[in-house]
């Protein structure tokens, strides 16, 4: 392509450079770190609060327990005693249950609680939800414990919750019968409404023989458990607030900047812009100000492209309608003249012009086909030595009598490498070989010459030069515009369309290099003109 859409083209990736490199963030993403602390501090919310939780929970059964059995092993003591629970006058000591289960009820109904009494069998003697006989001149107890929801096991087999009230006794049978063995019992088990109770069953001892089990409930561990879930709540809440929050930043911060960038898009793709613009957008330093850099980078480059293409068409245009003109006007001429020299003449304008047309044509078809094909094809490590000799080879191979002869000079050492694509390439230094040999003295000569900076061993430089007339001061930059030609007195005339050292640029930008023209010192002015490349050497790692 052209000169002008060159410079579009290489523009972005001069702003690119001049932008200022991002930061290292986390995981590379500030956002991606925003959106990751948000969820992680919602997690840690809930997680220490449940940790804190379930510690205290667990501090309040085991303290539940500890009362329990502080409170049995007082009771155990009492009914051990023969004056209390113990029975007189016998051979072998066993429980009293008259005389336990007077005073267990007369002793113990807190609320809250529930105290049961199994002899040395592991039959229930004593309950104090049961309701005793009354005694004349004693109150009656309560039928259970003031405050208890508990109902009593025959309630509870009525209710159809025989299935509980089994799972419960196997459970309490379990318990009694490790505690008739001597060893106390704490767990958690279900009662026989299927709540959780927390409970300790303690041997009634009489000296050291085991009388019975004294077992003692706290039906309050679910209130303990609902008191634990409410304290839970303010994690939640504020585990919640921080979700809602987050999605909040999320939806102003990434959301609709998002959506800006898409409407902005909207309005390039319908042609009521040319470029996105979003000043507010543009100076954040997260991805979303990337994405808006970036964004506003490749629509001003298509803009760029576009107003190139125009401008290209116009010239093509123009350039083409110049041989068209002194076609026609030929054309026109060729019935009027009466000589046969003057036919020939005008005949061989025509021709002239014809492949002055087909030329122009051809070098307008590989401009235009240039972009393709350097997007197409991709960069490999490329030995530029052999490269230049292989060309060289081949000019020398179809040298007529009379052109310049072309001449390389390797550099001393090891191959100079390149990363680029090999074709466009090729075709740089042709043309550029070309346009030397067009301006050089019959027999005259090219001298192709590849070197390493000195100073830059990053860098390839490959000289050519010729031994014309030289370039002009003022087009030293002039030449590389498209459609620009300046030849000596008695070059043929339509040779060169003037594209050949636009397309030199074009292509030695595209892998990141330059090319610069000027003239070869003299002792009476210019020597001949030079022409020098300067390429990035490939990396070490890349060589083969």
């Known amino acids: 392509m052209a000169s002008d859409t060159v410079t579009a083209r290489a523009d972005p990736a001069k702003a ?32 220490v609060g449940a940790l804190l939780l379930n510690e205290w929970q667990r ?54 609680q529930r105290a049961r009494l199994f002899d040395v069998d592991g039959i229930l003697v004593a309950d104090s939800y049961w309701v005793t006989e009354a005694i004349p001149g004693e109150p009656l107890p309560a039928a259970r414990p003031a405050g208890s929801p508990v109902p009593t096991p025959d309630e509870a087999e009525t209710a159809g919750d025989a299935q509980k009230v089994e799972r419960a006794r196997i459970a309490l049978a379990a318990e009694v019968e ?51 879930r409410r304290a ?45 613009s979003l000043p507010d957008l543009e100076g954040r330093k997260d991805e979303i100000g990337d994405l808006a850099r970036s964004l506003e980078s490749m629509t001003e480059t298509l803009s760029a492209r576009m107003d190139a293409i125009e401008a290209f068409a116009a010239d093509v245009s ?104 090999d074709g466009p390439l090729g075709q740089v230094f042709r043309n550029l070989i070309d346009n030397a040999r067009s301006f050089s003295p019959p027999d005259g000569e090219v001298r192709l010459t590849l070197l390493r900076d000195d ?11 010729d031994d014309g007339p030289g370039i002009p001061p003022e087009n030293l930059e002039t030449v590389f515009e498209r459609f620009y030609t300046s030849r000596p007195r008695g070059t043929a005339f339509g040779a060169n369309s003037g594209l050949g050292l636009s397309i030199v640029r074009q292509i030695v930008e595209a892998h990141g290099g330059t090319v610069r023209a000027e003239n070869c010192p003299g002792e009476a002015g210019p020597a001949g003109a030079r022409f020098e490349v300067a390429l990035p050497a490939a990396p070490v790692a890349r060589r083969p």
């Open 178 to 228: 490790g505690a008739l063995e001597g060893v106390p019992q704490a767990d958690i088990r279900t009662n026989e409404t299927g709540d959780r109770v927390v409970s300790v069953s303690i041997p009634v001892r009489h000296v050291q023989m085991v009388l019975g089990v004294l077992t003692l409930e706290a039906g309050d561990v679910d209130e303990t458990i609902g008191a634990q």
């Open 59 to 112: 501090g309040l059964i085991e303290s539940r327990q500890e009362t329990l059995a502080a409170q049995a092993e007082l009771l155990v003591r009492v009914l051990g005693e023969p004056q209390i629970g113990v029975t007189r006058g016998e051979p072998i000591p066993s429980l009293d249950p008259i005389e336990a289960s007077r005073w267990l009820r007369d002793n113990f109904i807190p609320a809250g």
């Open 16 to 47: 690119g450079e001049d932008r200022p490199r991002r930061p290292k963030r986390f995981g590379g993403s500030r956002l991606g770190g925003l959106i990751l602390a948000l969820n992680l501090l919602s997690l840690l919310i809930l997680f």
């Open 455 to 465: 100073i830059d061993e990053r860098a390839v430089h490959v000289r050519i030069e």
């Open 318 to 421: 123009h350039e083409i309608k110049n041989p068209l003109t002194s076609i026609r006007s030929a054309l026109e001429t060729l019935p009027l003249v009466k000589t046969e020299a003057q036919r020939e003449k005008l005949t061989a304008l025509l021709q002239q012009d014809v492949r002055r047309l087909d030329r122009l044509i051809t070098d307008i078809s590989n401009a235009s086909r240039l972009d393709a094909e350097l997007n197409r094809d991709r960069p490999r490590t490329i030995d530029l030595t052999t490269l230049l000799a292989d060309i060289v080879s081949v000019y020398d191979a179809g040298r007529k009598p009379g052109e310049a002869r072309v001449v390389f000079t390797p550099p001393e050492g090891d191959h100079a490498f390149v990363v680029g694509r």
């Open 232 to 276: 839970l709540m303010p994690f939640a809440l504020v585990a919640l607030a921080v979700n809602l929050l987050g999605s909040l930043l999320l939806h102003l911060f990434v959301a609709r900047p998002v959506m800006r960038l898409s409407a902005a898009a909207d309005e390039v793709r319908l042609q009521r812009a040319r470029a996105i």
